[in-house]
């Protein structure tokens, strides 16, 4: 593949947790964002931990097809690693992520990726939807939004997941995430996210859950949200949480 010009956002997470999915470029942009805040690779480390447990959890709980939003590089820990016995469709608005993670799951008859605007459900392809998330509507699944509502402004962040909860059945769960206000003691690192970036507390991000029914552990920073042993210590970069659509 060509290198791109641009960094991106999901290579630069692939760079921070070890991957093999970036480019020089994304090192650069990692690096220089290291400079403006600080170490990362333990904070995404982190987060794809936090992933790991909450898909976990919607996987025990007997769901066995995923839609992953703002997906990223499907490696590193990622939905179908973690959920083994599930299938899963990726999606993402970037043509780039899209055909690295396509080039990634090629021979998976598991887990497949295509576009989706996560604002606009419509927008994913309705064969791949009824392949890798079957009897979407019907049956519980799991969604996966995690990495995007710091791209989304309050009203359409709102509508998106109200949305969504009514495209799901009862039973299904959704995982979200999104960031905290960390970066306002860095100036230059928040910069760097560029003006649409939205930072939000817990009592700010709570509404916009809609009808979503958090599980008990609330809206917490993603270390303690059921951590095995002891939180990382981590900067409380990011916190989040699973929810749910009750059966009745
Ligand atoms: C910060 S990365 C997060 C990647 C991954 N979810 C993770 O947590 O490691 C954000 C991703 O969201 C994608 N994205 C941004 N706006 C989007 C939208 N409206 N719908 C779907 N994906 C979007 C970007 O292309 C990027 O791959």
Redesign the pocket.
């Known amino acids: 593949m060509v290198e791109p010009e641009q960094p ?3 290579r630069m ?1 692939d760079f921070w947790l070890g991957g093999e999915h970036h480019f020089p470029v994304d090192a650069a942009a990692a690096r220089a964002f290291e400079e403006a805040y600080g170490p990362c690779a333990a904070i ?1 480390r982190d ?2 931990d936090f ?1 790991g447990r909450a898909v976990g959890a919607v996987a025990e709980a007997g769901v066995d097809g995923f839609l ?6 499907p490696t590193q820990g990622n939905v179908h690693e973690v959920a083994t016995a599930a299938t899963v469709l990726y ?4 043509p780039v ?1 899209i055909r690295l993670g396509q080039r990634i799951l090629a021979g998976s008859d598991r887990a497949g990726y295509g576009y ?4 606009d459900i419509g927008t994913v392809d309705p064969a791949q939807l009824h392949r890798f998330v079957p009897g979407w509507g019907r049956r519980p699944v799991g969604v ?1 939004f ?3 509502a ?3 402004d309050d009203e359409t962040l709102a509508r998106t997941l109200d949305e969504l909860y009514d495209a799901v059945a009862p039973g299904s769960f959704l995982a979200f ?1 999104f960031d905290s206000e960390e970066l306002a003691g860095y100036p230059q690192a928040l910069a760097m996210m560029g003006p649409q970036f939205r930072m939000r507390t817990p009592a700010s991000f709570a509404p916009l859950l809609g009808r979503w029914v958090p599980t008990a552990e609330g809206v917490v920073p993603v270390a303690r949200w059921r951590p095995r042993g002891e939180p990382a210590a981590v900067p409380d970069a990011f916190h989040g949480g699973l929810a749910g659509k009750p059966t009745d």
């Open positions: 991106s956002t999901a997470i995404f987060l794809r992933l992953v939003f703002g997906a990223g590089l999606t993402d608005v970037d992520t989706g605007d996560a604002t996966v995690l990495g995007l710091a791209f989304l995430d």
